[in-house]
């Protein structure tokens, strides 16, 4: 489970996987009352990466920005793109994170979560910089969190 497989890069579409993430979590944000919203860029390019690895990292990310909002909270998903990278960004309107919590939330083990394993963000992280991108985390609390994922345009190597 900790040592994801290399990704195997393919030409594909970043907006259509996070549209097929938030599929998955719609029934889990619906019975807490939580709006998802995956804002559309038709703009953006074509990117070479792992979809079955993105795609986990992106649920991953929607499934605890769904846990974190009370009843009536929002997730909103959205992209940028620049001359290197295209960055998404998953922006909940929860409870945010303490900033002590904060500082440990991509380290293996840590958990706030009763249930909770605390791999499910180190190994996003490990995914995203398997790709050559960063995954990182801002939050205010009583405001909520955003995790950004960044993919290089250009493989490195290429």
């Known amino acids: 489970i900790a040592r994801p497989k290399p990704p195997v890069f ?6 259509m996987v996070a549209e097929h993430a938030s599929l998955f979590t719609r029934d889990q944000a619906a019975a807490r009352k939580v709006t998802m919203e995956v ?8 990117l070479e990466f792992d979809s079955g690895q993105i795609h ?8 605890n920005a769904v846990q974190a909002c009370s009843e009536g909270g929002s997730v909103r998903v959205e992209f940028v793109s620049d001359e290197r990278t295209v960055t998404t960004s998953v922006t909940d309107t929860g409870k945010g994170i303490p900033p002590a919590v904060l500082q440990n939330i991509f380290r293996p083990f840590f958990t706030t979560k009763g249930d909770g394993t605390g791999l499910g963000l180190s190994l996003a992280r490990r ?28 493989r490195p190597g290429e």
Not at 56 to 63: E, G, M, S
């Open 10 to 15: 393919r030409l594909g579409n970043l907006v």
């Open 127 to 154: 995914i995203v910089e398997d790709h050559g991108g960063r995954l990182e985390a801002t939050s205010v609390v009583g405001k909520g969190s955003r995790f950004t994922l960044s993919l290089p345009k250009i």
């Open 39 to 46: 804002v559309k860029d038709e703009s953006l390019p074509e």
């Open 56 to 63: 986990q990292v992106l649920l991953n990310l929607l499934l």
